[in-house]
C-alpha cells in the first residue's frame, strides 16, 4: 500500500511559468490537504479537497493558485504566473474521512520543492 | 502571537540524553499531532493525541487540554533523531479544515 505520492519531487520554473504539483493520496482515501512551508517558516494550510469538490480553500492565496481533485487521477496544485515569493515546499496530505469533526491522523507525502528562478 | 508555541525553537544535546519539547495552544481542539521532518524530507506523522498518553519505542507524546499543552519526549535520544519536529493542532468549530503548525522545534543530537 504506498503511501501518499507527489511528484515532482523538485520543480524549478522561471517567472511567469506555471507549476503543477501532482498529489496521488494514499489508497481509499478521499480527502486531501494541501500545505507550504516557506523557507524559515511553519507550515500553512492551502486548501482542502475531496472527491470533484474544493472543501476549503481559506488558505489559498486569491490569485493565481488553483486546486482541483478530479473524479479520476491525482489531485493538482496549480500556481500560473509564478514569481520568486512561491518558492517553497509544498506538501499534500490525504485521509480516509473528514478531520475537522473527528481529528483523523493525515499521511503525509515527500513534498514537491518548488524553485522560481 | 500564534495559536501553537512550540518550546525551545532550537535544541542541541548528547546523544543519550532524555529530550522534551513543549508544545501549548491557546485555541479548542479536536487533536493534536506530532510531526517529524528530515532536512529536505518529508514529513512523518509521530502521533495523534486528544486525550492522555501515547508512547511508541523511544518517544512518548502526552497532553493535557485542561492546561492546552502537549510534550514529546524522546528517551535514550540518538544522532538519527536530529531533525525538526512540529506540533499541530486540528481546530474545533469554524476556522480552516486543515491543520495548524507551530513553527517546529530544530532537534540535533551530537554523537
Known amino acids: 500500500n504506498a503511501g501518499v505520492m507527489q511528484n515532482p519531487r523538485h520543480l524549478v520554473r522561471r517567472r511567469g511559468q506555471e507549476a503543477r504539483l501532482r498529489c496521488s493520496p494514499m489508497k481509499g482515501h478521499s480527502h486531501v490537504y494541501w500545505y507550504r512551508q516557506l523557507p524559515e517558516e511553519g507550515l500553512k494550510f492551502m486548501v482542502y479537497?475531496?472527491?470533484?469538490?474544493?472543501?476549503?480553500e481559506s488558505g489559498m492565496p486569491k490569485e493565481r493558485f488553483s486546486a482541483e481533485f478530479p473524479k479520476e487521477g491525482p489531485s493538482i496544485l496549480r500556481i500560473q504566473q509564478v514569481v520568486r515569493g512561491d518558492s517553497a515546499a509544498y506538501f499534500c496530505?490525504?485521509?480516509?474521512?473528514?478531520?475537522?469533526?473527528?481529528?483523523?491522523?493525515?499521511?503525509f507525502g515527500q513534498g514537491t520543492r518548488l524553485t522560481v528562478v | 502571537k500564534n495559536e501553537v508555541e512550540q518550546s525551545p525553537q532550537n535544541l542541541t544535546a548528547q546523544e543519550g540524553e532524555f529530550i522534551t519539547i513543549n508544545c501549548s495552544y491557546s485555541v479548542g481542539i479536536s487533536a493534536l499531532h506530532w510531526l517529524q521532518q528530515h532536512p529536505g524530507g518529508g514529513i512523518v506523522s509521530l502521533f495523534m493525541?486528544?486525550?492522555g498518553k501515547k508512547k511508541h519505542g523511544r518517544l512518548i507524546a502526552t497532553i493535557n487540554i485542561q492546561e492546552k499543552h502537549s510534550s514529546l519526549h524522546i528517551t535514550a535520544s540518538h544522532p538519527r533523531d536530529s531533525a525538526v519536529y512540529i506540533c499541530?493542532?486540528?481546530?474545533?468549530?469554524?476556522?480552516?479544515?486543515?491543520?495548524?503548525f507551530g513553527k517546529g522545534t530544530h532537534l540535533i543530537i551530537q554523537p
Open positions: 493525541l486528544s486525550s
Open positions: 499541530a493542532v486540528r481546530l474545533t468549530g469554524g476556522g480552516a479544515d486543515g491543520l495548524t
Open positions: 479537497l475531496q472527491k470533484e469538490n474544493i472543501i476549503d
Open positions: 496530505a490525504s485521509s480516509p474521512q473528514k478531520g475537522t469533526a473527528r481529528g483523523t491522523e493525515a499521511f
